[in-house]
């Protein structure tokens, strides 16, 4: 922010959700994304970022009419400046109709996909649905930050400072006993808790933080950072624990990816099979699961009632700790590995997959992927978005290329905050 703006308050009405969670409204002829205010409120915004000319970023400060949608939050942890639950102050039902207009604005603004194609989705119709489970306690992954005197807490909203409230997001029994407890000053904490309910940690060293400079870059800087290999200890249970969904187990790296609602990887493989059942004109013979992690969408299209005919999967991900889980769940079965970047990997795969799920992360699959996707012909395409924009900007590439819209789901994964899930069908022929 410019030395001129510091501080500099502006009175804004806000009418609609953006993909970040915001409100978006108008002032002094700009847009301005609001943080902590909800569509339909006129707020006092103090600007947080005035560096662009067509649009600005603001922190609510002051409610001067509140929605009839606002709340307290519930998340002591989010009141105190952390980045857990940032729509903690928004009724959570409204809160998933803000996520299922943000996905529809989205997939016409972003995917530059016509009302008619998404329409007859339920998304469109029914909206984002919540998973099992209240909409507090469903979190069994995490990470913490320690800060420089041990003690481990949740990472300030876009700073390097530690919060040492509670967030109510992870599972009962959780976190709740290690604020007393003291780690390595500035390491970072893996939490994770099992299928069997044990708890395992992971105290990953500390990394060099970046301390200057803009302040959004500096986050992302700090998350690059952290994401790189880091030393990591044991410090608690085991180094992988224990994951099941339908009748597989697999042995997860605490440090690796899993689904963090606990009802995520099961509704996420019912809803992957429930599509292939619909959409597909025959039982599949030759799968493919990419950014396939461990397999989950493998092993639920493996074991998949009528499904007995899969003769091959091929599981593609770059981390070696969840395909030597795959490696290990599927022993005997007839399950692939590959591991490499998807787009470098896809020339080896066999040709002509029936289906191919795809699970990317928040960057999206984008253009190489979805174009050799394509080029393989497989009849049916389950694709598995964690943002909503590159998720929309996915789907057109896919309608691009000749895919048409049979079914998108929305799900309600992560609850009190802005991130939605969505898993969508297309299917070749237009
Ligand atoms: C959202 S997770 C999905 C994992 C799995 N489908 C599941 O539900 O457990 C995304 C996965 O993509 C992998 N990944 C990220 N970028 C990748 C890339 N460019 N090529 C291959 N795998 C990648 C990550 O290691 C991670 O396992």
Redesign the pocket.
Known sequence: MSADTTARRIEVAVDRPANGGEAVGRADGRVVFVRGAIPGERVVAEVTDDRHDSYWRADAVEILEPSPHRVPTPCPAAAAGAGCCDLGHIDPDHGRNLKQAVLLDVLARVGHLDEASVSHTELAGRGVGRLPGPDTGWRVRTRLAVDGTGRAGQRAFRGAGVVHEACVQPAPGMVDDLAARRFTPHAELAVVLDTDGVRHITELAPVTEVRRGDPRRRAQKNRQRRTGRRAQTVVEGDAAAVRRVGGREWQIPVT????AHRAA?QT?ADTVVGFAREHLDAAPRIAW?????????AGALLDADGFGGLEQVHV????AG?LAAADQTFAGDPVTTHR????A?LAALEATPDIV?L???R?GAGEKVIGAIAAAQPAVVVH?G?DAARFARDLGLFARAGYRIAGIRAFDAFPLTHHVEAVACLVRGR
Request: charged share 15%; with cysteine; glycine share 16%.
């Open positions: 690796g990816f899993w689904q990887p996420y699961d990419l950014y396939g992690g461990a397999g989950v969408f593609v991900d770059s981390d969840a490499g970047e998807v787009a990997c799920v699970d990317p992360p960057t598995v964690c």
